[in-house]
């Protein structure tokens, strides 16, 4: 028998919280299961910057994935051990969706589980949002929790 994975979208928000909720049930339910949590950095390749910033932009990438590991991935990782789900943590920069849909391809990911809203709720509201991209792009199946 094969392990089942699930990759979860986290953000740090209430909303990221619940998908990992739902996903530690799911994967106590299921049994051999891993969850690949994700935190995406948004990062774009095109946006312009001086020498001085590009300088710069390595160091900034390595303190933000530090930040991220420390402040929400970790606190996230913990919580899934302490319920006895096997775990492991991801930090990437780029785009959220592409980048929570090319992981699940890479472990061979049976679903995505993200919250309905995270941090950046309004803006995703007005311009359309990861989740939104997600259901209509992604390799797997999406559940969306409130």
Known sequence: MTKTTFVVGIDG???????????????????????ALVYVIEWSPFSFQTAE????????????ISLARERVLGPAM?????????????????????????????RGAAQIIVGRVGLR??????FGGVTGRLVTGASVPVTIIP
């Open 13 to 35: 928000s209430a909303a990221g919280e619940r998908a990992l909720d739902f996903a530690k049930a799911r994967a106590k339910a299921v049994g051999e299961c891993t969850l």
């Open 53 to 64: 910033e590009n300088a710069q932009r390595h160091k900034r990438r390595e303190e933000e």
């Open 78 to 106: 913990a919580a899934a051990a302490a319920d006895d789900v096997a775990v492991e943590g991801i930090v990437r920069h780029g785009d959220v969706a592409e980048i929570i849909d090319a992981i699940a391809k890479e």
């Open 121 to 126: 709720g309004l803006k995703e509201r007005v």
